[in-house]
């Protein structure tokens, strides 16, 4: 009797290490991870899911070291990466969960309501300084920017900035919520957020991809109409050998269930 005891209290020991769960990297992703996890632990009693974020570099520096079983990410992983990886003994598995659009955000009080996608160029590497340039009132432009481990960070440098670099001195920030604060207290700041993170402190601006003919909302509807022109792919990256362990969260994030999360939580599905 006493064997079978020990056997049973090592067997629970085992489950619960294998059914523990580490997800960490972009704060984009964050609080999609995180609803996700939430649902799935209520529905999956005894199954543990941890989410953190920190940017997706992070995340998926993370991976290489064997810190976290997946990388949350918001742009792709880079080829220095995946040879890290490859140094590591470890192959790297990628899938795309959802999608989000970018929005470029002011202080609500700001008059100005589009740009297109050379003024914003401009903003950001440091060419325009003052809102009257774009039709503004007389006031200093004051720039953030994600801090260079994110994927946002990445992905609006390609996207917008046509892989240009920032201006020098651009104040970078940790977390997309501080960006909202700092947009949401001063009426010369402008920054960009990831769609979820919209809310009644800043102004989304109408972006225009050709010059001004057109100036889009960043929506959900518009994202998915690919009209929008700042969508992107969010992503999962997890080690192969970890793929019993992942494949029933993220089978759970793809489903009809998890992508209903997506919905709700404002950014993309898959369909």
Same mark, same amino acid.
């Given at each position: 009797m006493k064997?079978?005891i ?17 997800i960490?990297g972009s ?13 799935y632990m209520?529905?999956n009693?005894g199954?543990?899911?941890?989410v953190?974020?920190?940017g997706s570099?992070?995340?998926i ?5 064997g810190?976290t079983?997946?990388?949350q990410?918001s742009r792709?992983? @880079? ?7 490859q140094e /590591?003994?470890k192959?790297?598995?990628e &899938?795309?969960? #959802?999608?989000d659009?970018l929005?470029v955000?002011v202080?609500p009080?700001?008059?100005?309501s ?7 160029e401009?903003?950001f590497t440091?060419?325009i300084?003052n809102?009257?340039?774009?039709g503004g009132?007389d ?6 920017s994600?801090?260079?481990?994110s994927?946002?960070?990445e992905?609006f440098k390609e996207s ?7 201006m020098n001195g ?6 997309t ?5 700092s947009?949401s207290q001063?009426p ?5 957020i990831?769609?979820a993170y919209?809310?009644?402190?800043? @102004?989304?601006?109408?972006?225009s991809?050709?010059k001004g /003919?057109?100036?889009?909302t960043?929506s &959900?509807?518009? #994202?998915?109409?690919k ?15 970890s ?6 969260f993220?089978?759970?994030v793809?489903?009809?269930?998890g992508q209903?999360i997506?919905e709700?939580i404002?950014?993309?599905?898959l369909?």
């Amino acid at each position: 009797m006493k064997k079978i005891i020990i056997s049973f209290a090592t067997l629970v020991i085992a489950f619960s290490t294998v059914s523990a769960q580490r997800i960490k990297g972009s704060d984009t992703v964050l609080p999609l991870s995180q609803r996700e996890a939430e649902v799935y632990m209520k529905e999956n009693l005894g199954l543990s899911v941890t989410v953190t974020g920190g940017g997706s570099g992070v995340g998926i520096a993370a991976l290489v070291e064997g810190t976290t079983d997946i990388a949350q990410s918001s742009r792709k992983i @880079k080829f220095d990466e995946k040879v890290k990886m490859q140094e /590591a003994g470890k192959t790297v598995k990628e &899938v795309i969960i #959802a999608y989000d659009a970018l929005a470029v955000v002011v202080n609500p009080n700001n008059k100005v309501s589009n740009l297109t996608r050379e003024q914003l160029e401009g903003i950001f590497t440091g060419k325009i300084r003052n809102w009257k340039e774009v039709g503004g009132d007389d006031l200093q432009i004051v720039a953030y920017s994600r801090e260079t481990s994110s994927g946002t960070y990445e992905f609006f440098k390609e996207s917008v900035l046509k892989n240009k670099n920032y201006m020098n001195g651009i104040l970078s920030l940790p977390a997309t919520g501080a960006i909202v604060q700092s947009v949401s207290q001063t009426p010369g700041d402008i920054g960009y957020i990831g769609l979820a993170y919209l809310n009644d402190h800043v @102004k989304a601006l109408n972006v225009s991809y050709d010059k001004g /003919a057109n100036y889009i909302t960043p929506s &959900v509807e518009t #994202a998915k109409n690919k009209t929008y022109p700042i969508v992107r792919p969010l992503f999962y990256y997890y080690e192969g050998r970890s793929e019993k362990l992942v494949q029933p969260f993220i089978s759970y994030v793809l489903s009809d269930a998890g992508q209903k999360i997506v919905e709700n939580i404002g950014y993309i599905t898959l369909d």
